[in-house]
């Protein structure tokens, strides 16, 4: 199966906005759960936002609330995290996920079997 692909990471400065893309080949995207996950520097993987098969639900941290946007683009087979209003406490490195067996927005990370290798956010304040 191929592998997922996230692109979008960078340097930006606090209030400012960024796109993260999540792809992968050998993949219909449309046909899996997915969710976004990071993890900040020296503390532990945390849920970021999620979507489900046919993305008409999502669910996201209460602490990305109102900034963050998770949806399908089915046209392109990607998944997206749109960042805006960033705070320095969003730098961190960002994987995207998703689940073969199960439907649904869940914020553990046991569902999801499927990882990307992650991309690099750093908000300067």
């Known amino acids: 199966q191929g592998q997922l692909v996230e692109s979008g990471g960078g340097l930006v400065q606090a209030g400012g906005s960024l796109g993260l893309s999540c792809a992968a080949s050998?993949?219909?995207?449309?046909?899996?759960?997915m969710a976004w996950f990071r993890q900040p520097p020296g503390k532990e993987r945390e849920f970021v936002a999620a979507i489900n098969r046919r993305g008409v639900i999502t669910r996201y941290a209460d602490s990305v609330k109102g900034r963050f946007t998770i949806s399908r683009d089915n046209g392109k087979n990607t998944v997206s995290l749109q960042m805006n209003n960033l705070k320095p406490e969003d730098t961190a490195v960002y994987y995207c996920a998703l689940s073969t067996l199960w439907d649904g927005t869940y914020a553990g990370p046991a569902p999801y079997d499927a990882w990307g290798q992650g991309t690099q956010v750093t908000v300067s304040s």
């Open positions: 050998g993949r219909t995207l449309n046909t899996y759960a």
